[in-house]
Each structure stands twice: as C-alpha cells, then as structure tokens.
T-cell receptor, first 116, second 118 residues
Framework: AQKITQTQPGMFVQEKEAVTLDCTYD???????LFWYKQPSSGEMIFLIY??????QNATEGRYSLNFQKARKSANLVISASQLGDSAMYFC?????????????FGKGMKLTVNP | DTGVSQDPRHKITKRGQNVTFRCDPI?????LYWYRQTLGQGPEFLTY????????KSRLLSDRFSAERPKGSFSTLEIQRTEQGDSAMYLC????????????????FGPGTRLTVL
C-alpha cells in the first residue's frame, strides 16, 4: 500500500527566506506521481507542483521546486522567497500511476507560517 | 475557465437526516473524485468516476453513502442517516484523462462542503 509521511507539524519562516517542506513516501509500484497541494484557511486545495517517478529532472513551477530523491523516497517541496500569502497547510500526495488519474493518497500535512 | 464548484459550502444537519452535496467539475474534465477530510488530517479518497461510470469506491464509503454522476457532468454525494462521525469537509476534484502523451492528469479541487452533524 502507498503511504505518505509528513513529520513536520509546523514550520515558521521569515518573509523572503526559502523554506523546505519534507515528504517521504512508500510504494512498491515503479510508476507513480508525486504532488504538492496548498490549503489556505478557506479550505480549497490548490495544486502547486507535480513530479513523475520517471522524470529525470526535478520539477519547478515559479517559486516552487521539488527536490526528488528517488533512492531515498523523498519529495521535498522548496519554496523560495517566501511571501505572507504562503502561510497555509501543505499536503504531499501520490498517485498510483505517473498520470495521477487514479486516487491520490495524502499525507497529514504541515502548517507553514510566514512571518513579516 | 471556471474551476470546480461545490454546493452547498456549509451544511449543518441533525443526526439521522439525509444530506446531498453537488459537485460541478471543470467542463472538459472526464474524471471526478470525492474525498473526505477530517480535522488535522489529509483528504481521504472516497470514490471516483470516469464519465458516468463509477470506477472505484473506498472501503470508507459505507452503505449509507452513495455517489452518482448520471450524465458524466455534475456529481452528487448523498449520505443517508447521518452520524456525528460523518462531520467532515467533503472535497470534490476533477481531471482529464486519456490524452496520449499527457504528462500529468492533475486533479483540481473545489472549495469543499463542510458538513456538521449535530
């Protein structure tokens, strides 16, 4: 069975600094996708970034990058130049295939607070 | 391009009552998913549809839960004889699947329906 582990319950970062959010995963499938979502207090899950298990390069989307270490089964999210609006819950998730069309398995999430 | 919408946003009901939630996916998306999220946890998968066909149901989906997507567009999730343990945020997501060479079929979520069972 697939499992996502996010062990950091909460983190604090100063505005404009970079921050790394940890995610480790467990699966026996060779093909899978890894996702990060942001959930502000309003409740909506906002897609941030995706990494396929066969992708050779780490994914980047604007200020977000994914540090994918396949051998260690980790998929950490790096947010550069934090902004006050980045304060939210962050969830790591994985799908059974690279496409992500099947169900997503989520971690428990972690709360990021950006201080001015 | 409008996103995924859900209605209602909040629902308060008494134990034993039936409730129904609606989800309207992004118009060109053929897959629709339901998840449940309780306080302090990540979303948990309930069920998903491709067009009108329900392809998978979680064991979390007891007999009191039923989901439909009759015309392959909007979906409804009904909970019969609600229990206090049903109190949660119910999230709907949609994606497009089937394009050859598609890098990812990212699931996009709606704002959720927060259910409180008294």
């Amino acid at each position: 069975a697939q499992k996502i582990t996010q062990t950091q319950p909460g983190m604090f970062v100063q505005e404009k600094e970079a921050v790394t959010l940890d995610c480790t995963y467990d699966t026996s499938d060779p093909s899978y996708g890894l996702f990060w979502y942001k959930q502000p207090s309003s409740g909506e899950m906002i897609f941030l970034i995706y990494q396929g298990s066969y992708d050779q390069q780490n994914a980047t989307e604007g200020r977000y990058s994914l540090n994918f270490q396949k051998a260690r089964k980790s998929a950490n999210l790096v947010i550069s130049a934090s902004q006050l609006g980045d304060s939210a819950m962050y969830f790591c998730a994985m799908s059974q295939t690279q496409g992500g069309s099947e169900k997503l398995v989520f971690g428990k999430g972690m709360k990021l607070t950006v201080n001015p | 391009d409008t996103g995924v919408s859900q209605d209602p946003r909040h629902k308060i009901t008494k134990r034993g009552q039936n409730v129904t939630f609606r989800c309207d996916p992004i118009s060109e998306h053929n897959r629709l998913y339901w998840y449940r999220q309780t306080l302090g946890q990540g979303p948990e998968f309930l069920t998903y549809f491709q067009n009108e066909a329900q392809l998978e149901k979680s064991r979390l989906l007891s007999d009191r839960f039923s989901a439909e997507r009759p015309k392959g567009s909007f979906s409804t999730l009904e909970i019969q004889r609600t229990e206090q343990g049903d109190s949660a945020m119910y999230l709907c997501a949609s994606s497009f699947s089937g394009t050859s060479g598609s890098r990812t079929d990212t699931q996009y979520f709606g704002p959720g329906t927060r259910l409180t069972v008294l």
